[in-house]
């Protein structure tokens, strides 16, 4: 029974909000010393960090197809960015650290919730990453509230929809699909980017970007063209 305080907060949900919380600081922290195209690109590698890490932890062996995939889709997002001169600094090496522990969260939630319910896990992981959040935002000045519409709505667009419903989503769908599918799908957040912002006419969708964008989408058919291809086999 969910509504009983005791079955709220379960402590697997408690460590994936740690890992969160460790996620969210240290992808804040770099976004100050390096460039949003390397940001976008180095935060998808959980495409392939996740894999990685899968047989590191529990030693389950790494598909060619991931990898293969992953490439392709870290090819689509270098289009849709346009990098076109990569450099690694600090805060590269701070956002590829998030990454991994966004890799992480994936892996062990797979786990996780094979034992506890969904809305326990939900529930503790976002007042762990509140209540993180809170200490740190203490620890780096104190609060400051928002006051207009202008940063209340943003923030609570990203507090209800961006945290709370999309952790939701990836909780309750990863109880049928595995970690690493839910990777590449969630890597598909560049894609309905590119279309927002186009359709907003916040920026020019060029050739370059479309073929990105294509080159991404590929990257999810191929996966699960694979999959189904080695079932038949």
Known sequence: DLKKPSRLFSRHGMILGCILSVDYMLATWAVQYTTASNATLLSNMFIILTPVLE????????????????????????????????????????????TGFFALYLILAEQFRKHTPTKALVISEIFIVMLSGLVFALLDGGLTLATTTETFFPILYLAVFATIIA???????????????????????????????????????????????????????????????????
């Not at 490439?71 to 998030?98: E, K, P």
């Open 55 to 98: 047989w590191f932890i529990y030693r389950k062996k790494i598909q060619a197809k991931l990898i293969a995939g992953g490439a392709m889709a870290l090819v689509g997002f270098a289009l849709i960015t346009r990098i076109t001169q990569f450099s690694f600094n600090f805060g590269d090496t701070l956002i590829l650290c998030a």
């Open 167 to 233: 952790y939701e989503v990836i909780n309750h769908a990863e109880r049928y699909i595995v970690c690493e599918h839910t990777a590449f799908l969630l890597s598909l957040q560049g894609i309905f980017a590119l279309i927002l912002t186009t359709a907003l006419k916040l920026e020019i969708l060029t050739i370059e970007k479309a073929i990105g964008a294509v080159i991404l989408t590929g990257s999810i058919f191929f996966i699960q063209h694979s999959k189904k291809r080695h079932h038949h086999s």
